[in-house]
């Protein structure tokens, strides 16, 4: 068996480290071609030493020059590069196979094209360039043959659930998607509560360990809009057969009803290298290091609809989806920037959805046909999230 190159874009975040350890239990199968970071130079580091990259890429020139003095002390070959165009450049490179979507946010959405135009398999777990130009990557990856494998472990789950074709899946006799939500840390919260909320009681999640960004998405349930929007690019289906249905445990990680009544369900524990090893070697299956689930040890398995009231973020990106064009876009853009000012203390947790909401008021939406008209919507929403929370403060 020949061995895969693999490109891991965002190596040193949470996905980044968990495809890391599923990719250290099978050396017979995958290699690792590139590893990336945006600031963290020691983790980068250990993770050279480790796994011995041809390439390593840093956000800043002082960055790259500490890992390229650290590497050369411990003469390590490795090439280290900075900026977005060495990031392109490792996600398209010939000698790649695959390649492993892992950073966060808007910063990842030209590696991640840049892999999907170079007819790359794409393990997709950045959402949010699939949120902000699903169309444009979706037609890449037609174009080149890329087959574009979810990592979310709810689109993963629905792709695990529908029937496998020659190059995918299938999406012949269904009725509805149903795309399963913890509910985040405070599903249980009055709005007099969720007024109060700090960063720290956001982050907590229950029963995932992620990112921060995440995190708090999954707290607002931004996170679910965010998929519910991803899952029509992904299955080409429309966004009212997407159906959230609130499910604490995370022991089911989505399903899909047919026409006929049955519905298929992916079941697992909460852990996200389950999906990554799905997603590298599909349509075989491989070690994940993630125990078997024990049906006997789950105390019950729930479902509940999800409260848009308390929750408002979910029910704009419903809105978006349906509005189409740049919409997504700038929810994802006023998003990111709401996050970011919640995390430094800036926003109060209930603003997030406010300055969602009137950011999309303010602004017109556009066709989104061109990257360059994404990138603008993204950019002046990013700007008008920012008045509005400078507004606020005033
Ligand atoms: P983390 O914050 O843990 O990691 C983000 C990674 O991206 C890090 O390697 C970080 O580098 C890098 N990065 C951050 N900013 C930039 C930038 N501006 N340019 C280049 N690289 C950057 O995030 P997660 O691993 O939690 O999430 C990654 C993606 O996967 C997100 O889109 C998330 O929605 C999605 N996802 C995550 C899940 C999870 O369980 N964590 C589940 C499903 C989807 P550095 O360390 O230097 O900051
Ligand atoms: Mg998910």
Request: aromatic share 4%.
């Amino acid at each position: 068996m020949a061995v895969r190159a693999v490109t891991v874009l965002g190596s040193t975040g949470s996905i980044g480290t968990s495809t890391l350890d599923v990719i250290a239990r099978h050396p017979d199968r995958y290699s690792v071609h590139a590893l990336t970071a945006h600031s963290s130079v020691n983790d980068l580091f250990e993770q050279c030493r480790r796994f011995r990259p041809v390439h390593a890429v840093l956000g800043s020139a002082e960055s790259a020059a500490e890992l390229q003095t650290l590497c050369r002390g411990e003469g390590l070959a490795v090439q280290v590069h900075h900026g977005a165009q060495a990031l392109n450049a490792v996600a398209s490179d010939d000698a790649v196979d695959t390649v492993v979507a892992a950073i966060v946010g808007a910063a990842g959405l030209l590696s991640t094209l840049a892999a999907a135009e170079a007819g790359k398999r794409l393990l997709l777990a950045n959402k949010e360039a699939l949120v902000m130009s699903g169309q444009l990557l979706m037609q890449a990856a037609r174009q080149s043959g890329a087959l574009i494998m979810p990592v979310d472990s709810e689109h993963n789950a629905i792709f695990q659930s529908l029937p496998a074709t020659e190059t995918g899946v299938s999406t012949a006799g269904i009725e509805k998607i149903l795309l399963t939500a913890s509910g985040g840390p405070l599903r249980n919260l009055t709005l007099e509560e969720l007024a109060v909320v700090s960063p720290q009681q956001a982050l907590k999640h229950p029963n995932w360990s992620m990112g921060p960004k995440i995190s708090i998405d999954s707290a607002t349930m931004m996170n679910k809009g965010l998929e519910v929007i991803e899952a029509c690019q992904l299955f080409s289906v429309d966004v009212d057969d997407v159906q959230v249905v609130v499910h604490p445990e995370s022991i089911i990680h989505s399903m899909v009803s047919y026409a006929d009544g049955s519905v298929i369900a992916q079941m697992g524990r909460p852990d996200m290298r389950t999906p990554i090893a799905h997603a590298l070697a599909w349509p075989e299956r491989i070690d994940s290091g993630v125990e078997a689930l024990d049906l006997f040890k789950v105390s019950g398995l729930h479902f509940e609809e999800p409260d848009t009231t308390r929750f408002p973020l979910l029910r704009l990106a419903f809105e978006a989806q349906r509005a189409g064009g740049t919409a997504p876009a700038i929810l994802n853009a006023a998003n990111e920037v709401a996050v970011a000012a919640f995390l430094n203390g800036d926003v109060a947790f209930l603003q997030l959805s406010a300055l969602v909401e009137q950011t999309l008021e303010c602004l017109k939406i556009s066709p989104a046909s061109d990257l360059s008209t994404i990138i603008e919507a993204d950019s002046i929403a990013r700007g008008t999230t920012q008045r509005l929370i400078a507004q606020a403060a005033a």
